[in-house]
């Protein structure tokens, strides 16, 4: 059984272990920056091995608002290219797009936005941001990204250092903000707060409770068999739809909160144990 280090806290998890694997979990989901790694920055060499020995036994799927390539860099870089690859799902832009692996990766579906729909985010995005007063006098990069099913606002820009990002908006309060003066002007779609600076627009109902319910019907699991695991999962966070779909879901404040869930996961699920549900949610401990 893999050994969970009882010295660590901050998380703890409730386990009810049945004997004929009923309700047993199948699926773990997780967000990706600000929850397996920080934001646009690669996983650590800790949550690589944690993931790899999670694939040996379950399936996963991660879903983030960066597009493909930001998972390329992030994080199939830093797991064995092996065929427990097959075991991994890969949900770009807050699931308005899917890629499974079969020898190589495939994209299976891209929830695209027209040339009119893309004017209208772009133009909204910057009348709602100029409108907010949270401008900033120096960007890195391009502030707004058209990854093609999800239009991005990166306030500090796509390519800002990490220790601005980070102390940009740490409470989400400024993206609030540009939120409740962005959603007015687009009644159409859907616009969730991520990462360390971003904000997302997808199509209507195309969001991650989207990709859950593609995951429960391209996997063949249902939602009550998962798990999701991310770090913006209030009201109007780009994770909270996930919760609305029905997945238990447990919040987390960083990378290290998850690399806790996920020891906690792998010593349910050793080989001693082989049948188990993660069954409540997370609590704090005091110390």
Not at 62 to 68: D, E, F, L, Q, T
Not at 83 to 97: A, D, K, R, V, W
Not at 250 to 255: A, H
């Amino acid at each position: 059984m893999y050994d969970f280090p009882e010295h660590r806290t901050g998380i703890w998890l409730n386990f009810q272990l049945f004997p004929n694997g009923v309700c047993m979990k199948k699926l773990i989901v997780f967000d990706l920056d600000g929850t397996l790694a920080r934001s646009k920055s690669s996983l650590d060499q800790e949550m690589s091995a944690l993931l790899t020995d999670l694939l040996l036994i379950l399936k996963v799927a991660v879903i983030s608002g960066g597009a493909w390539p930001q998972f390329e860099k992030q994080l199939l870089t830093h797991l064995p290219h092996d065929e427990h690859l097959m075991n991994l799902s890969i949900l770009p832009t807050c699931g308005t797009q899917f890629f499974r692996y079969s020898g190589e990766w495939k994209k299976i579906y891209s929830e695209d936005f027209t040339a009119e729909e893309k004017e209208k985010i772009v133009s909204s995005l910057k009348k709602a941001f100029d409108a907010s007063g949270f401008k900033a006098d120096k960007v890195w990069g391009e502030v707004i990204e058209d990854r093609g099913s999800q239009i991005t606002l990166s306030a500090l820009g796509q390519q800002a250092p990490l220790p601005e990002k980070e102390k940009w908006d740490p409470d989400f309060a400024k993206r609030k903000k540009v939120k409740a003066i962005l959603d007015p002007l687009l009644p159409g779609f859907s616009v969730r707060l991520g990462g360390a600076t971003s904000i997302d627009v997808t199509k209507p109902g195309i969001d991650k409770a989207y990709g859950i319910r593609k995951l429960r019907d391209i996997l063949g699991i249902s939602t009550k068999e998962m798990i999701y695991i991310g770090d913006a999962l209030f009201a109007g966070g780009n994770d909270y739809p996930a919760e609305q779909a029905g997945v238990i879901s447990i919040p987390v404040r960083g990378p290290a909160d998850t690399k806790r869930v996920i020891e906690a996961i792998l010593a349910c699920l050793g080989d001693d144990v082989p049948q188990a549900e993660l069954q409540v949610g997370i609590h704090e401990l005091t110390a």
